[in-house]
């Protein structure tokens, strides 16, 4: 496929999706379980630019996602706040801003932790960005105004925009964002930074040596894989409808996006999308007809499975046996 | 007269007073060090006397505390590894460093995406002339054949050729080839010094760190040696060698 077509062709296949699910789907069901898939299509992608692309493990996808949570939180209380303080009238602020601002939010927390980059490196930056999970968990548990460890009730808007339900509106705004993270990555996979990046995982003395700016690269990366996942995470207040920190910092969204690239493959931008649609919807079926608590493990036991017998994950299973056919 | 010129030239690089301590231990103390254009400057010592040190303190890959580096009349002090190659100042690993995820043709591709095509004011190379200025520095080192194999898939001896390929790839003015040659066999040897032999007459300047005294000696125009973090001698390469310092270095006393 021309990497001038790409583009194109995602968006179109991005709203031929939404157009089609609208028409065809009318249960509200499919689109509580579809939003999920997607929004780990958008995690997993983010976390893929970071440890596939740079070669940087990051346990701590729930502390962007989050950050992007609880600053649609904030956002959400503000009118009224600026209501009882200053009397001041402020419309609300639309769901889109907010995914806007969360990347923001999660995406200055991501720079931040790319300076960590520079004195760590393989399993102990991983073990700060764990770290730093916990760190935000316990602010956010302890920060009043966003309901502290209790929680925060978020109440939808009456009217969804675009017409349909509230959870078709997330649908279609989180089948928007996956369309961008993806395009995100697949065009950073074909480009100059995506060699870059590519070198600085391979060694980053030689990178350094072949006049490669590791740190600038670093940096754009962690900010990049951290602003995706907080907008993967702003439209979350309003899926759940209530807010606390014990199931937005959840470790599963952590093991989760590493998994689903490890299990699809991290080399390649299809990877972590094939990833996340066979275990998300394993894990919503799973959630159905048996039990909730059973997701981790199927999540660890195809895990272990796929490091010890296709560490290059699915792609690399259809690569290895492509250039078999050729031989 | 341009050997009039040559003459009073500045030399390209110019090492004053350089030390590099890791923690108690002194690796290297008050090197000096100038290196002219066009030259072929070999630079031996035992294990541990600070070959390596010196070079990755010239690279910028290490800090060095005291002293000042002037190359091609920039100060080189403060500056990042990668700030260092975009000047001109190229280097080979020891143990080879290739991108082992990407093919040669890529190896290749990142020093030239990175060093030719971001230097300012400089004519920017096309996609499509990139991968022919790829195909050519592997043509170079004869490794044309491969460009579309991993690093994995090469010999020892195509392994160096593809770090010095690498470094060659940044255009640079100096060369620092940190023992190209360990471990080859007397043919492999001949090969690597014929490529740097050549790059030397396209106008690189070269400093090669070497063990193997045969190849340094037939290489090098002149000989700086280093002993525990001092350099005891710095001429022609035969009186270099004879230097009773040097001797009592090597031999024993």
New interface residues.
Partial sequence: MRNSLFWPIIVAVGLAFIVLTRLYLTNEYFYFAGYVVLEYIVLSTAWNILGGYTGYTNFGTGAFFASGAYTSAVLHKMPAVLHTAFGWTVTPVPLPVMILFGGLVSGAMGLGTGYLSLRLRGVFFAIATLALSIVVQTLIVNWDFVGGSRGIYIIRPALAPLGGGYIQYLFTLMTLLAVGAVGIARSIERS?LG??L??I???E??????????LKLKLIATTLSGGLMGMAGAPLPYYVTYLDPASSFNLSYAVNSVAMPVIGGM?SWIGPVIGSILLGTIQQLATVTISSALNLLIVGVLLILFVIIAPNGIVGLVQSWRRKREA | MPEAVSATQPPLLEVKGLGKRFGGFVALDGIDLSVARGERLGLIGPNGSGKSTLVNCLCGTLHNETGTVVFDGKSLNGLIAHERTRLGLARSFQLPKPFHSMDLLDNIRVPLLYTVNARPGHHHLSAAAITARCEELLTHVNLADKARRRPRDLTQVEMRKLELARAVATQPTLLFADEAMAGLSHSEIEEILAVLMRLNEEGITIVLIEHIMSAVMSFSTRLVVLVAGHKIADGLPQEAIRNPEVERAYLGE
């Fill in positions: 100059r060699l870059g590519a070198s995982r391979d060694d003395l030689a990178a350094e040596a072949s006049g490669v700016p590791t080399t």
